[in-house]
Nanobody, 124 residues
Framework: QVQLVESGGGLVQAGGSLRLSCAAS????????MGWFRQAPGKEREFVAG????????VYADSVKGRFTISRDNAKNTVYLQMNSLKPEDTAVYYC?????????????????WGQGTQVTVAS
C-alpha cells in the first residue's frame, strides 16, 4: 500500500506559478512511475504529466507542454509539478498517482494508488 498526499494548490492569477508536491509513504517509491492528472467539474480525469521511476523520462500533455515541469526526488519520496504561465483553463483538482512498473502511463486506469487531490484555481 502506498499513501500519497498532495499539497501546494491554491488560488493564483493568470500568468502566475504554483508548485505542487506529492509525498509518498513508502520507501519503495522509486519502484513506481508517477503521474499528475487533473479533473475539472463535469469533466473526466485527464493526464497532465508523468515521470518514470528513475526520473530520466518525462511525458506531458500537449496543453501543458512548455509550461509545466514534472520531477521527482526518490530520496525524499516526493514528486513535484512546477506550473508556470497558468491559465484559467488549468483550474481543476490535481491528483498524483503511482503506477507499478518503470514506464510512464497516460491512462488513469494504469495507476493503482491516488492521492486525495489539491485544488488549483486560476483567476482571469
Amino acid at each position: 500500500q502506498v499513501q500519497l498526499v498532495e499539497s501546494g494548490g491554491g488560488l493564483v492569477q493568470a500568468g502566475g506559478s504554483l508548485r505542487l508536491s506529492c509525498a509518498a509513504s513508502r520507501r519503495t517509491f522509486s519502484n513506481y512511475a508517477m503521474g499528475w492528472f487533473r479533473q475539472a467539474p463535469g469533466k473526466e480525469r485527464e493526464f497532465v504529466a508523468g515521470v518514470n521511476w528513475s526520473g530520466s523520462r518525462t511525458v506531458y500533455a500537449d496543453s501543458v507542454k512548455g509550461r509545466f515541469t514534472i520531477s521527482r526526488d526518490n530520496a525524499k519520496n516526493t514528486v513535484y509539478l512546477q506550473m508556470n504561465s497558468l491559465k484559467p483553463e488549468d483550474t481543476a483538482v490535481y491528483y498524483c498517482g503511482a503506477k507499478a512498473g518503470e514506464d510512464v502511463g497516460t491512462i488513469p486506469s494504469l495507476y493503482i494508488y491516488w492521492g486525495q487531490g489539491t485544488q488549483v484555481t486560476v483567476a482571469s
